[in-house]
């Protein structure tokens, strides 16, 4: 049973406060597969492959994006061994496949748009691993609401919102000192 004015409690309130740490799960996946646990690959493949795909989507032709979706996550599956455990196992791949579509389109290569739209894959990827209501108030955030406006909108009190907002930027900086 909720407390008394607890998040879940609020009339209105759409999201159920989430016990899971964030990226516990994807933490877990990504040690499975740098470990070699084949059914991690799949669940892997099942958790990213579409944001992978959608990204060569983006700036291949279908069958070439297809080919480069398969050849991102065998290379990521190859070369698992060298690769840091603390960077988040969504963005290697994500980053893979900027390094593919570079690769087979160099002329992307430091282009705008490109780059926005893999910056933009990157934090919607990120996003995803945010529990519901962090990821909601972050992406009301980028549409430049204000905590009132977020709050009024989520059904939650404001100083609830800049709470999650405060979390969902700590739990977005890089693990391990380098990049995200």
């Known amino acids: 049973m909720?407390?008394?004015?607890?998040?879940?409690?609020?009339?209105g309130n759409r999201f159920a406060t989430?016990?899971?740490?964030?990226?516990?799960?994807?933490?877990?996946?990504?040690?499975r597969f740098l470990h070699g646990d084949q059914d991690a690959l799949a669940e892997a493949y099942r958790r990213w492959g579409g944001a992978v795909h959608a990204l060569a989507l983006r700036f291949l032709p279908e069958r070439t994006a297809e080919e480069s979706t398969s050849r991102v996550f065998v290379d990521a599956w190859r070369n698992r061994a060298s690769s840091?455990?603390?960077?988040?196992?969504?963005?290697?791949?994500?980053?893979g496949m900027r390094r593919e579509i570079v690769h087979r389109r160099p002329e992307l290569d430091h282009d705008e748009a490109f780059e926005a739209a893999t910056e933009q894959a990157v934090?919607?990827?990120?996003?995803?691993?945010?529990?519901?209501?962090?990821?909601?108030?972050?992406e009301l955030t980028l549409h430049e609401l204000t905590a009132p406006q977020m709050a009024e909108r989520l059904g939650i009190p404001t100083h609830m919102?800049?709470?999650?907002?405060?979390?969902?930027?700590?739990?977005?900086?890089p693990r391990g000192g380098g990049k995200p």
């Open 2 to 11: 909720s407390e008394p004015g607890s998040a879940d409690e609020q009339p």
């Open 18 to 31: 989430s016990p899971r740490t964030p990226h516990s799960a994807d933490t877990d996946l990504a040690k």
């Open 84 to 95: 840091d455990p603390a960077h988040r196992l969504g963005l290697l791949l994500l980053d």
């Open 123 to 138: 934090l919607r990827a990120l996003m995803s691993e945010l529990p519901p209501l962090r990821a909601a108030v972050l």
């Open 161 to 173: 919102v800049r709470l999650e907002l405060g979390e969902a930027l700590a739990s977005l900086k």
